[in-house]
């Protein structure tokens, strides 16, 4: 069907080879073109949050009806948020149009600071007995790049602690495992981070390419 697949991909070609001569093109025309797509752009972000908020609880509910396992926990999932909408839209008796007298205080803030962060930081701390578990594997010294790696990350985790300033106390130097931390992540640990994000960039780029002249289709819900 050429209207599910040709018009897309004209589409993604143009808009694709404008917003690249967009940057290269010092013109009030060029600025406005980029202010409407980025309008446009935000125009669709709207309707795409309502498209994944919709395939959420369609998931949820599917969920509660089929009776999978842990499908009481979907239930939470309606009450959070239904409780949330209804906090938001009394905003303390104000109602949603107007700014409540004292935003901080709100029950939607108490909600959002008490329970969503509250969660989230339980979530991240049990998070945290993993990858110390998957540290504990991947540092094993089973050859010279693994034994280097290992002695960088001991020594970055000893100098981050305050006991290091009293070991190097006894060595004459406070700071001496502060600044061999510093060194490690200022050289060895950057020069490798740029590389990684130069890879990460010429990635996105060839991407982007294969996008832009139609090579890449998957978005299209499809990999031919």
Same mark, same amino acid.
């Given at each position: 069907?050429?209207? $599910?697949?040709?018009?897309?991909? *004209?589409?993604?070609?143009?808009?694709?080879?404008? =917003?690249?001569?967009?940057?290269?093109?010092?013109?009030?025309?060029?600025?406005?073109?980029?202010?409407?797509?980025?309008?446009?752009?935000?125009?669709?972000?709207?309707?795409?949050?309502?498209?994944?908020?919709?395939?959420?609880?369609?998931?949820?509910?599917?969920?509660?009806?089929?009776?999978?396992?842990?499908? %009481?926990?979907?239930?939470?999932?309606?009450?959070?948020?239904?409780?949330? *909408?209804?906090?938001?839209?009394?905003?303390?008796?104000?109602?949603?149009?107007?700014? %409540?007298?004292?935003?901080?205080?709100?029950?939607?803030?108490?909600?959002?600071?008490?329970?969503?962060?509250?969660?989230?930081?339980?979530?991240?701390?049990?998070?945290?007995?993993?990858?110390?578990? =998957?540290?504990?594997?991947?540092?094993? =010294?089973?050859?010279?790049?693994?034994?280097?790696?290992?002695?960088?990350?001991?020594?970055?985790?000893?100098?981050?602690?305050?006991?290091?300033?009293?070991?190097?106390?006894?060595?004459?130097?406070? $700071?001496?495992?502060?600044?061999?931390?510093?060194? *490690?992540?200022?050289?060895?640990?950057?020069?490798? $981070?740029?590389?990684?994000?130069?890879?990460?960039?010429?990635? =996105?780029?060839?991407?982007?390419?294969? *996008?832009?002249?139609?090579?890449?289709?998957?978005?299209?819900?499809?990999?031919?």
């Amino acid at each position: 069907m050429w209207y $599910k697949r040709t018009i897309p991909l *004209i589409l993604v070609f143009v808009l694709g080879i404008l =917003a690249f001569a967009q940057n290269f093109i010092p013109h009030p025309l060029s600025e406005k073109f980029l202010k409407t797509v980025t309008d446009w752009s935000r125009i669709i972000g709207g309707f795409g949050l309502f498209l994944g908020a919709y395939s959420l609880l369609h998931m949820h509910v599917s969920r509660i009806r089929r009776q999978q396992p842990g499908w %009481a926990y979907s239930g939470f999932v309606f009450i959070g948020a239904m409780g949330m *909408i209804i906090l938001g839209l009394w905003n303390d008796g104000v109602g949603p149009v107007r700014p %409540a007298p004292d935003p901080q205080g709100t029950w939607f803030n108490w909600g959002y600071e008490s329970i969503q962060v509250s969660c989230s930081s339980a979530m991240f701390s049990i998070l945290a007995f993993f990858m110390a578990s =998957a540290a504990f594997r991947t540092f094993r =010294a089973r050859n010279l790049g693994a034994a280097l790696l290992l002695a960088a990350a001991l020594i970055v985790m000893f100098g981050r602690v305050t006991v290091s300033e009293t070991v190097g106390g006894w060595l004459g130097r406070p $700071k001496v495992f502060g600044e061999i931390v510093n060194a *490690i992540m200022d050289y060895p640990n950057m020069a490798a $981070k740029r590389g990684v994000l130069l890879g990460i960039a010429l990635g =996105a780029v060839a991407q982007s390419l294969r *996008i832009i002249f139609g090579i890449e289709r998957s978005y299209l819900g499809g990999g031919d």
